[in-house]
């Protein structure tokens, strides 16, 4: 945006809407035993097997109801996928250069994406064995894992 | 009821980086002013039934963003629908309204202008649950960046090939009057530009840009009387794919497979390879040339490294637009496919013209990584 606003009358704007997202009863069991407990729980499909994390309420293949059948998942995981942010945006949760991983969690179908701390960028390979590193303040959000460390 | 629809007329503005002294309404009416004045038609029972329009509400910074347009769009006359994702999918919308026998000509105008915001990140950014993906910091570039790792993994693309997609891009978008970026880059240009997140550079990237794009689409009735030169809808197919990333192959093309069978079975197309006199696809990103062009069929499903090593794009005269690449906004990269492939099949492209092109692809995504596709088949 490069604007002479000697010519032409530009209005400043800026979109700012305080929200509250209701989690869901699915969304707040997992946020409270992740930020409570340390404990990373999904929800498993009785049809299919399927392990899904994030949990949700319903099984979006066969539409059947998930939200009774919790398993717990993780804490260590392998990665699938991964790119190094080093771009900057008001929203990122730390300072480029970042890892940002496909995890998929020990006893999950799919991976997440989730924070790798491993050091130097140039250390990261897909197939990475990795653990949850769980935040030391409570946090009501995915980043209740801080972000992932590899286990040696 | 119609058995058929043609889109009758096309408009687009020039891309451009900034049109910073156009409002929305202003890109809106340029365009429609042009379709109008190319099929002589005004709006009501006789002329311009229903409109269909193509916006964003956080990039316009409004709720319900087509409410802007409607006195442009001339939705006080009859009905309005918004398509809040690609304009392929208004082009869908339209050829819908039609087919169902509601409406015989139907205006579809989609504007964006990705110049407004501080950022399209920060835009993107928002398409994201605030649960588990938007604290991570995801935005459709972070999204494309695990994907294009996913797909030159398991493809072998290199970083050179993507590269020649962008260096391509420019050459053909200096043909295309309407292109927003067409500078010449050489190879070493493109791998100089700097790295936003591993693999994509910046020039593999389509840049911010501004645009609208106007249609007019009509049953075979109304069409042979509104144009000499209809372009005939002859296949359409869409499909979505899961909202988490890690829930998708990402390397593949679930949801793109499946929307282009559709437009094929609709169309009667048993061999996509041979098929197309012009493809047009949506490669919001170089990795997404081939990505997409496996999708599509053009070439064998992980064929992608090889597709370009032979020529596949020169071969099946994909992007003589210069593509998404040389900049359309968003919402708007498959609906300039469309467009870019009528003015082929009617022979107006000018230097970048296929010659006596019969039958034509157009592709459009939305969404992070491609979540949903949308296919078109055009046909002279």
Not at chain 2, 290 to 314: M, S
């Amino acid at each position: 945006m490069n604007h002479d606003q000697q010519s032409c009358f530009v209005i400043e704007g800026r979109m700012a809407l305080p929200y509250q997202y209701f989690a869901g009863a699915v969304g707040s069991r997992f946020i409270v035993a992740l930020r409570d407990d340390k404990k990373i729980l999904a929800v498993r499909g009785a049809k299919n097997g399927t392990t899904f994390l994030p949990p949700r309420q319903t099984c979006e293949r066969t539409f059947e109801s998930l939200e009774d059948n919790w398993v717990e998942v993780g804490p260590d995981g392998t990665v699938t996928g991964f790119t190094v942010i080093r771009y900057r945006e008001p929203y990122q949760p730390q300072e480029p250069p970042y890892v940002l991983a496909l995890i998929r969690l020990d006893g999950a179908d799919a991976p997440i994406v989730h924070l790798v701390e491993c050091g130097e960028v140039a250390s990261m390979r897909v197939g990475m064995r990795v653990r949850a590193v769980f935040a030391d303040d409570p946090v009501d959000n995915i980043l209740a894992i801080r972000h992932f460390t590899e286990v040696k | 009821m119609t058995s058929r629809v043609a889109i009758c007329a096309v408009a687009q503005t020039k891309y451009e980086a900034d049109k910073w002294d156009v409002r929305m309404q202003g890109m809106v009416w340029e365009v429609v002013k042009q379709v109008r004045a190319q099929t002589g038609l005004d709006f009501g029972d006789d002329g311009i039934e229903a409109a269909v329009t193509v916006s964003d509400d956080v990039f316009d910074a409004r709720t319900i963003s087509d409410s802007a347009v409607t006195d442009v769009v001339g939705a006080h006359f009859r009905g309005e629908e918004k398509v809040a994702s690609d304009g392929a999918q208004g082009v869908y919308y339209a050829v819908a309204t039609i087919l169902s026998g509601k409406h015989d000509v139907v205006l579809l105008a989609g504007h964006c202008k990705e110049s407004q915001a501080a950022s399209r990140n920060m835009v993107t950014h928002l398409a994201f649950d605030p649960f588990f993906t938007r604290p991570v910091g995801l935005d459709y570039l972070a999204a494309a960046a695990l994907q294009a790792d996913a797909y030159m993994r398991k493809t072998g693309v290199t970083e050179d090939q993507l590269a020649d997609v962008v260096v391509r891009s420019r050459q053909w978008a200096a043909k295309n009057p309407v292109a927003r970026d067409a500078t010449p880059l050489t190879r070493d240009d493109v791998l100089a530009s700097p790295m936003l997140a591993d693999p994509i550079r910046e020039s593999f990237m389509y840049p911010i840009t501004d645009g609208a794009v106007a249609m007019i689409l009509a049953s075979e009735e109304r069409a042979r009387d509104i144009t000499d030169r209809p372009v005939w809808v002859t296949g359409l197919g869409n499909c979505y794919d899961s909202f988490f990333l890690g829930e998708r192959d990402l390397a593949g093309n679930f949801a793109l497979e499946r929307a282009a069978a559709r437009a094929y079975c609709m169309a009667g197309i048993k061999n996509p390879v041979t098929a197309f006199d012009v493809v047009e696809l949506c490669d919001q990103c170089a990795h997404q040339m081939p990505q997409w062009a496996e999708g599509l069929g053009l070439c064998a499903a992980g064929g992608g490294a090889v597709w370009l090593a032979e020529g596949g794009p020169d071969c099946h005269s994909v992007n003589r637009s210069g593509g998404m690449l040389a900049g359309n906004p968003l919402m708007l990269g498959g609906m300039a496919r469309v467009a870019e492939a009528v003015l082929q099949l009617r022979g107006d492209a000018g230097a970048r013209q296929a010659q006596g092109a019969k039958r034509a692809l157009a592709h459009g995504c939305c969404g992070p990584a491609g979540q949903l596709q949308v296919a078109v088949v055009l046909e002279a």
